[in-house]
């Protein structure tokens, strides 16, 4: 069973950080490619950051530069490190993996980055 925990969510003003986790339990790390995505009120959903089994990662073009995705095998964990944040990065941010043939969802963390 597969399941996924977000958290490290907040209120930050412009220009700060926030460093979000995803643990995951029932997924094979080395294999799993694991995402987060983001939604902000009133939008679809969007891709932030992807990090496969073997570490190569890849970004939406709205974060380059500014985000990092990493995971930790031993801890099951895979990391959101949000630097230089900007009021248009607040959203909920959920983490993701397709799964076994299906996708998997966390259940979100809220990111509030004040003007």
């Known amino acids: 069973h597969v399941q996924l925990q977000a958290s490290g969510g907040g209120l930050v003003q412009a220009g700060g950080f926030l460093k979000l986790s995803c643990k995951t339990s029932g997924v094979n790390n080395k294999i799993a490619t694991m995402n987060w995505y983001r939604q902000a009120p009133g939008t679809q959903r969007e891709f932030v950051a992807g990090?496969?089994?073997?570490?190569?990662?890849n970004y939406a073009d709205s974060v380059k530069g500014r985000f990092t995705i990493s995971r930790d095998y031993a801890r099951n964990t895979v990391y959101l490190q949000m630097d230089t944040l900007k009021p248009e990065d607040t959203a909920v941010y959920y983490c993701n993996t397709n799964y076994r043939g299906q996708p998997w969802w966390g259940q979100g963390t809220q990111v509030t980055v004040s003007s």
């Open positions: 990090i496969t089994g073997s570490g190569n990662t």
